[in-house]
């Protein structure tokens, strides 16, 4: 598989940045009010002035990375609006909504489906399937990586493949604190990934070696911070700034780390990925317009 061979591990001249298009969401109704997954304690108040600052300091690193953030408005009662990745995927501007597992996320999506529509993404569609975006679908060059286990239906994988057109590689979570595939792989570059070994199970556990034989392999001190939702460009890896192994090991690689706190978005078991959709082929888009 020559899209995802790790040809270039190691060298540090091979890491390109590119210019990416996020979609994100303030959280200015962040909270945790409910258990959906093994990181979340409502009994643990949320402290949501930090929450906005580190938000906020996301988006002024994106930018001063050369990367364009857009926002959608929150919506009260949706506390976990913020984690927007997890509402949608798009690739080539060609735009696939979500449909969660939980009730309590459930409308998350139809806000964001209806963003799609009224910024010109092509085909907007809600998939029939339980599928939770890009926390369950991490695009690796030509490929999908798709995660199964917890969240998002295998069944959704083929629609996947159908509305996107591109190969989808199944992947299957055993470990409950790794629910959505951006917790326990983090995609790096086109041919690149970081993932957690134990997160997975034997089968796509081979898969993966199979896909990346240069990996970059996590531990648990660096995922327990959720280390691998991670954003990268190519070459700068933004990741949360207690996963010092894991940044260590990317420098080796020739990857730039750059560390931002997003502790308190912990309380509700999210980290940067999950508040960072990435538009594919939106600038594209409007270019052709």
């Known amino acids: 598989m020559t899209q995802t061979a790790g040809a270039d591990s190691g060298r540090t001249d091979a890491r390109h940045a590119r210019p990416r298009s996020y979609l994100m969401c303030p959280p200015t109704f962040f909270d945790v009010v409910y258990s959906i997954n093994e990181w979340m304690r409502p009994e643990d108040p949320v402290d949501t002035a930090l929450a906005m600052s580190q938000w906020e300091h996301l988006v002024e690193t994106y930018r001063r990375l050369g990367h364009e953030v857009l926002t959608i408005d929150p919506v009260p009662g949706l506390p976990d609006m913020v984690f927007v990745t997890d509402s949608g995927l798009v690739i080539d501007g060609v735009a696939l909504g979500a449909r969660y597992r939980s009730e309590q996320r459930a409308a998350e999506a139809d806000h964001v ?166 538009l594919r082929g939106y600038r594209e888009l409007r270019a052709g317009r």
């Open 113 to 278: 489906l209806r963003w799609f529509r009224a910024n010109g993404l092509l085909r907007p569609t809600r998939p029939r399937y339980i599928n939770e975006g890009e926390g369950d679908l991490l695009v690796v060059g030509d490929i999908v990586c798709a995660g199964t286990g917890f969240r998002t239906d295998e069944r959704a994988h083929a629609e996947v493949a159908r509305h996107l057109g591109r190969r989808v590689v199944t992947l299957r979570l055993i470990d409950p604190r790794y629910y959505h595939l951006n917790t326990a792989l983090g995609v790096l570059d086109d041919h690149t990934a970081a993932y957690l070994p134990r997160a997975f199970a034997p089968e796509s556990l081979a898969v993966l070696r199979d896909l990346f034989p240069d990996a970059v392999i996590a531990e648990e001190a660096d995922t327990r911070w959720l280390g691998l939702n991670l954003v990268s460009d190519g070459r700068n890896v933004v990741l949360p700034s207690q996963a010092q192994r894991l940044a260590g090991r990317l420098a080796e690689r020739g990857y730039t780390p750059v560390p931002v706190d997003f502790s308190e978005f912990l309380k509700s078991g999210g980290g940067i990925k999950c508040c960072t959709l990435e």
